[in-house]
Each structure stands twice: as C-alpha cells, then as structure tokens.
C-alpha cells in the first residue's frame, strides 16, 4: 500500500521561503506522478504542481516563477521549494501520488503553511 508522509511546513512570514518534502513508500516510485495540492479554509483543493518520473513539470499560474516542484528517485521524495511565500499561499499542502498507467491515487495527510507576519 502506497503511504506519503509530508513534512516541513510551518509559520513563515510573507517573502519567506519553505521547503516541503514528501516521502513515498509501499511501490515503485519512479512509474507514479508526484504532484502538491493545497486547500485553503473554505475553498476547494486546487493544484500546486506536478511532475512526472522524467521530471517533465506543470504549475498553477498563481505560483509560477516562486514555487519549484523536483523529486529523487534514488531517496523516493518530491519536494516543494516555495519562495516569496505570499499569505494566500496559506493552506493545508498535500502530497499526491498517481499510477500513471491504473490511476491509481493516494494523499498525504497534509501539512500546514501559514504565511504572516
């Protein structure tokens, strides 16, 4: 059974930075798509970012430019850099895995980022 445990989330203030990693275990990491969600209070979960085992990269426009999506495959970990961290850029961040031939998905149980000064 695929488990995604996310960490490095925290109280940042706004033009700061945060990394977030997210360790996958329970298959083989390299056949899924790694992606980073977010949900906000009292909004939906949207798309932070998206990368496939070749590395090939897809970004929400909001985060463009300031957020970088990567992943080891060696170490089985995506990561999530976030600079100039804006305070709607506070959610609820969730790691996500996708079997890129069955569909098959699976979360994180999420991590906090709250950005204020």
């Known amino acids: 059974q695929v488990q995604l445990v996310e960490s490095g989330g925290g109280l940042v203030q706004p033009g700061g930075s945060l990394r977030l990693s997210c360790v996958f275990s329970g298959s083989i990491f390299s056949i899924y798509e790694m992606g980073w969600y977010r949900q906000a209070p009292g909004k939906q979960r949207e798309l932070v970012a998206t990368?496939?085992?070749?590395?090939?990269?897809k970004y929400a426009d909001s985060v463009k430019g300031r957020i970088t999506i990567s992943r080891d495959n060696a170490k089985n970990t995506v990561y999530l850099q976030m600079n100039s961290l804006k305070p709607e850029d506070t959610a609820v961040y969730y790691c996500?895995?996708?079997?890129?031939?069955?569909?098959?998905?699976?979360w994180g149980q999420g991590t906090q980022v709250t950005v204020s000064s």
């Open positions: 996500h895995a996708r079997h890129i031939v069955a569909g098959l998905n699976y």
């Open positions: 990368i496939t085992g070749g590395a090939s990269t």
